[in-house]
């Protein structure tokens, strides 16, 4: 069983940055690939961005490449989402995710198992 925990969301201008934390328990994290997902208020919950679960690749959706940056500390059984230059549409509720032990990176969102609770980023224009 894996429990995790956002932090760092917040209102920001566009432009701005914001740096999101997601706290994790259990065993398995540092073997276990991490995705960040967001949804905006009547929309889809969609993929933002993974990393594998020994850090050394990353994937991201292509309305975010070059602005966000996935990072995890296994020390600290944290994942990081680094957030620069948000946009408006950037607005939603962040979701990390985890996947079981040794699974590569998915974009989908049943492929993972285990969600955290959530945490509102909304970007003022």
């Known amino acids: 069983q894996v429990q995790l925990v956002e932090s760092g969301g917040g209102l920001v201008q566009t432009g701005g940055s914001l740096r999101l934390s997601c706290a994790a328990s259990g065993r398995t994290f540092s073997r276990s690939t991490m995705g960040w997902f967001r949804q905006a208020p009547g929309k889809e919950r969609e993929f933002v961005g993974a990393i594998n679960w020994s850090g050394d690749s990353t994937t991201y959706t292509d309305s975010v490449k070059g602005r966000f940056t996935i990072t995890r500390d296994n020390a600290r059984n944290t994942v990081y989402l680094q957030m620069n230059n948000l946009k408006a549409e950037d607005t939603a509720i962040y979701y990390c995710?985890?996947?079981?032990?040794?699974?590569?990176?998915?974009?989908?969102?049943?492929?993972?198992?285990?969600w955290g609770q959530g945490t509102q980023v909304t970007v003022s224009s």
């Open positions: 995710a985890a996947r079981r032990a040794l699974m590569e990176i998915t974009t989908r969102r049943t492929g993972y198992d285990w």
